[in-house]
């Protein structure tokens, strides 16, 4: 069972983020988009949205930082344990809170509001349970234990396994004896890998970046006679100022 669940499943996850991805490109490229409801209701989401990516940023960015810098990295640096345990304690609380406040309304609105609840497919209600568990999870870790409890030191073992499945050495025994939240957070995390693919996450590949480096679009001005003046739509339809209209009787 151990090796089922901390060996095989995380590498089943993998291989089905990757694979989902290429079939979603080809052959759903027109729903590859992050289905916005921008037109149906904005007053939430402008509030919950930006609250919600801010959020999602750092808490990816702490995990990338817990999970593949090893603890050796962080001291050859100069940053002490204490250090780094303060600011990733006091930095994921801040940051995860904010996720939780945006997904909080980024929730409500498709509840609240008709319009955006009709739009709501299957696949989004599961993304948002998905994202709400793990939201969950990773706020009892973070506030629960490292915060209020007597604290867990994930570095000398979840990130180590981590770092094994990319290695192909991963080692079970290290999250057998992990408290049972992170160990919900780390299959949590690799389902929701799995389930990437196949819903408005994909979004996040085709952020705009070329935006950063492209060309402006330069305009010129037309040099050259002045075009005459055109008739008003009015007298065009009227026939007005036309000979034969004036011939008429």
């Known amino acids: 069972m151990t090796t089922l669940v901390w060996i095989v499943l995380p590498y089943l996850c993998l291989v089905v983020f990757v694979a989902g991805h290429v079939w979603r490109w080809r052959h759903d490229q027109f729903g590859w988009t992050t289905r916005t409801s ?3 209701e904005n007053r939430l989401l402008r509030l919950g949205s930006p609250l919600f990516h801010l959020g999602a940023l750092g808490v990816v960015g702490g995990h990338a930082m817990g999970l593949l810098v090893p603890a050796s990295v962080t001291e050859k640096i100069g ?23 945006g997904l909080v309304l980024l929730i409500a609105r498709r509840f609240v509001n008709g319009r955006v609840r009709r739009a709501t497919t299957t696949m989004d209600r599961v993304l948002y349970a998905a994202l709400a568990s793990m939201a969950a999870l990773g706020m009892t ?17 979840i990130a180590v396994w981590f770092r094994g ?18 160990q919900l957070h780390a299959i949590g995390g690799f389902l929701l890998l799995a389930l990437w693919p196949f819903t408005r996450l994909v979004h996040v590949w085709s952020a705009p ?11 010129r001005a037309r040099r050259g006679a002045v075009p005459a003046a055109q008739p008003a739509p009015a007298a065009v339809r009227d026939g007005a100022g036309s000979p034969v209209s004036s011939g008429r009787r």
């Open 165 to 182: 499945i990319f290695w192909f050495q991963p080692d079970p025994a290290l999250m057998s004896g992990a408290p049972l939240v992170y």
């Open 79 to 101: 940053i002490s344990e204490h250090a780094y345990h303060l600011t990733a304690v006091w930095g994921g609380t801040v940051t995860g809170a904010m996720l939780v406040v």
């Open 141 to 157: 870790a973070t506030v629960g234990l490292n915060l209020l409890g007597d604290g867990y030191d994930y570095r000398e073992t």
């Open 38 to 40: 921008q037109l149906l």
């Open 209 to 219: 970046l070329a935006y950063l480096w492209r060309p402006y679009v330069v305009y």
